[in-house]
């Protein structure tokens, strides 16, 4: 996840093949206008078999969704909120009716809840209204000093169960 003007100083193309090289498959540049990626850099991920990543919000259209739908061939990320990253997933009455919308639509794509997964009952509680959950902050800020591998097992291990 990053935005767009690194990649584009690097360039597109040499970005694509950078993530392919290492076993990146998909990107999530919030910030790319998605009539860009359509017309200019569409064909650059898909032939480095990278996926651009979307980002819905409570706000998009189901227009605009069913635009990303296309686009994508992927996940559709979900923004649980339009709040920061970081925060615990608060599931409200608005947000369970949004989660619903986005399941209504029967999506070709697969749906997965960020903003706010960070302990298992949090990941649980996403999967109800989603395919999955994505946990970011809480995944970078359980990474000490020490062995990669270990931290990451034994963080994995408490969604596990």
Do not use: W
Not at 4 to 31: R, S, T
Not at 129 to 149: C, D, H, M, R, W
């Amino acid at each position: 996840m990053g935005y767009v003007n690194p990649v584009l100083q690097y360039g597109v193309e040499n970005f694509c093949k950078a993530c392919k090289a290492v076993g990146v498959d998909g990107c999530i540049v919030p910030d790319l206008p998605m009539v860009e990626y359509e017309e200019l850099y569409k064909d650059i991920f898909l032939e480095n078999e990278i996926s651009n990543i979307f980002l819905v919000t409570p706000q998009t259209s189901v227009e605009r969704i069913h635009k990303i739908d296309g686009l994508s061939n992927g996940f559709i990320y979900l923004l649980s909120s339009s709040a920061t990253t970081g925060q615990n997933l608060q599931v409200s009455d608005h947000t369970a009716d949004y989660f619903a919308r986005i399941a209504a639509m029967n999506l070709n794509n697969p749906t997965l809840i960020g903003f706010g997964i960070s302990s298992k009952e949090t990941f649980d509680r996403a999967c109800q209204y989603a395919n999955g959950g994505i946990i970011g902050t809480a995944f970078v800020k359980s990474l000490p000093e020490g062995n990669l591998q270990e931290n990451i097992t034994a963080f994995m291990k408490t969604f596990r169960a």
